[in-house]
């Protein structure tokens, strides 16, 4: 059965009324979450980026769901501190928290002053950075020298199972070159053709645990309202991943994004005003081979959003993809399947 979760945007929701749309997202039926861990928004007029990881303590605290985050080890984050933060999460709410490393975009990592690397050498990074962190997570005391540096580092707080460390992917190489490591794998939507080479060159060449989709989709009462905020607050997104790796501010973003067709946004968001047209869309996607989807609607305001998805969206999206219903064991399991890889 398919978990369905909520994604929590730090980039377009301030950490209070995210936090608020965390709380509503259980309400409503929602199994699971995520969220993005980011230092600047994808736009100026998205607005946030509030601190990732003070969220998902409250998140955590004040909810029953297992969360996830996706974060960039290695340049703004030292992988030490973030083995730790893993640690201390893992501990305090066994079973409910997963981490989803990929190598980080210049618009949250220039800000350390260092050179950006290129695609190559963060992966180099992000491999070390994952050795370092399973070796801490262990409880192992780890010096290393090589794109990252580690004098003696000790976690203490352990949990008993360390969390899952899953690989974030866009593109289906960079799915291949996760798979000798990751607990899972996360990617966002795209075309059907895509995601399906996507799953396919993880579990190709090895790649274990669950696979968790992304989706983007704006709900609005119709087609024009739904597109409407779509295109105010995702077409700064449409950017290819050469380009999106590679900006610096949210300014830059914006201009980019004047350049994109409007209706460029409809293929990488899911526009609908019908909620049960909307899940027959996202099941689609998941029959590409998915274990969990998170939807993620792009609108700065979620309460209707999260009322059809209580209504329709979810019960609809339980009929066609073999979701499971809220209260049985998969959205925990989900979350800690594969911990102690």
Request: net charge negative; charged share 20%.
């Amino acid at each position: 059965m398919v978990t369905v979760g909520f994604h929590a945007s730090h980039e377009q929701i301030a950490p209070g009324p995210l936090l608020a749309a965390a709380q509503r997202a259980q309400q409503a039926g929602f199994d699971a979450a995520m969220c993005s861990d980011h230092l600047a928004p994808w736009s100026v007029r998205q607005g946030e980026s509030g601190f990732a990881w003070s969220w998902l303590g409250a998140a955590l605290a004040t909810t029953e769901l297992p969360f996830g985050v996706v974060t960039a080890p290695g340049q703004r984050y030292h992988p030490v501190i973030v083995a730790q933060a893993v640690a201390t999460l893992g501990a305090m709410f066994p079973g409910r928290f997963w981490a989803a490393l990929g190598s980080g975009e210049a618009m949250n990592e220039h800000v350390t002053g260092d050179r950006w690397p290129t695609k190559a050498e963060r992966d180099e990074r992000l491999r070390e950075c994952v050795e370092v962190m399973r070796a801490l997570l262990a409880g192992e005391e780890v010096t290393h020298h090589g794109r990252v540096t580690v004098d003696r580092a000790r976690v203490w707080s352990l949990p008993e199972v360390p969390p899952r460390l899953v690989g974030a992917a866009v593109t289906p190489a960079t799915a291949r070159r996760h798979a000798d490591w990751a607990d899972g794998l996360v990617t966002v939507n795209q075309p059907v053709e895509t995601l399906r080479q996507v799953v396919a060159e993880y579990r190709d060449a090895g790649g274990r645990g669950d696979l968790a989709l992304q989706v983007h989709v704006a709900w609005g009462t119709s087609d024009e309202a739904a597109f409407a905020v779509a295109h105010d607050q995702w077409r700064s997104n449409l950017l290819p991943p050469a380009v999106n790796w590679d900006l610096e501010t949210p300014e830059q973003y914006d201009a980019v994004g004047e350049l994109v067709r409007p209706e460029a946004v409809r293929g990488s968001v899911l526009v609908d005003h019908d909620a049960e047209r909307l899940a027959d869309r996202v099941a689609e996607l998941v029959a590409c081979g998915f274990d969990q989807v998170y939807l993620h609607h792009v609108g700065k305001e979620q309460d209707a959003f999260l009322d059809v998805a209580a209504s329709t969206l979810l019960p609809r999206l339980r009929d066609v993809a073999g979701a499971a219903p809220r209260g049985t064991a998969t959205g925990a399991t989900a979350a800690s399947t594969g911990g102690a890889a």
